[in-house]
């Protein structure tokens, strides 16, 4: 309870300091409240690259929140390519902790299911601020981890306006079932010892992505279970952090040209 209770602190007191006027949000030089048109979403930048343009990468966490410290790690390593990281807490505090006190695992999925809407909508509004500001030169891209990448693989089929994804660990929502028409140049980060969302899964996605004719990168971590990706230190978490990276770094600075 520590840790979303630092949150809700964290969140009040940084929608006081930073309450947005207009349309436009006030920032400082690590956090930012985007606003959206249900509520504002706070944004955490981790890794701001030293180059004067550098393009944005929206990072979504899993039912857990970014309460792994590998999270900084992540932004470090983005930082090094050439990347402005941004942790999206599109997850409030009050999702957290209903995630946390559900029953069972049906009852979060019947959660994810009814909150989904909400979240993929706020993922799309923060990155369509993100590409607005003139630092990032108009382009971003997306980094989802387990129920994150179920937001934003949702939240970028059929979207020109997202320019790289990276799923690690998970695919499109439980049920999706609108037409995927399009889909961002894609890179699927997995652990071939997944049991909660099985390498089957990351197959299917590579397939779709092929018959797009959209360009896909299935890399896969022998061995890695479904969380090796926030195991910070390891190699082999280091080893798919960087390759998230430079993917990213390669496609968004593509998109430059």
């Known amino acids: 309870m520590r840790f979303f209770n630092t949150i809700v602190i964290l969140v009040a007191t940084l929608t006081i300091a930073l309450l947005p006027t207009g349309t436009e949000a006030q920032s400082s030089p690590e956090h930012v409240i985007v606003p959206t048109d249900a509520s504002g979403v706070l944004v955490e930048r981790v890794g701001d690259c030293p180059s004067s343009v550098c393009p944005a990468v929206l990072i979504l966490g899993g039912s857990r929140g970014f309460a792994s410290p590998a999270y900084r790690e992540i932004g470090q390593t983005f930082r090094a390519a ?33 909150r989904l809407p ?43 306006d997202i320019d790289a994804l990276v799923l690690v660990d998970g695919g499109l929502p439980n049920g999706y079932s609108h037409p995927i028409r399009s889909l961002p140049p894609l890179l699927l980060i997995w652990g071939s010892a997944d049991r909660i969302f099985p390498l089957s899964i990351a197959r299917a996605l590579q397939a779709k992505a092929r018959q797009l004719g959209q360009p896909v990168i299935l890399d896969v971590y022998k061995g890695g279970e479904h969380d090796f990706f926030l195991k910070e230190g390891t190699a082999s978490a280091q080893g798919a952090h960087r390759s998230a990276a430079d993917f990213l770094a390669k496609f968004l600075a593509k998109t430059q040209q």
């Open 118 to 160: 909400d979240w993929i909508s706020r993922v799309q509004q923060v990155a369509a601020y993100l590409k607005r500001q003139p630092r990032h030169g108009g382009k971003v891209g997306i980094l989802g981890i387990s129920l994150g990448a179920q937001i934003a693989s949702a939240a970028s089929v059929g979207r020109t």
């Open 82 to 114: 050439g990347l402005d990281a941004y942790l999206v807490h599109v997850l409030s505090p009050a999702d957290l902790d209903a995630i946390a006190k559900a029953e069972s695992a049906q009852a979060r999925v019947k959660y994810y299911a009814k």
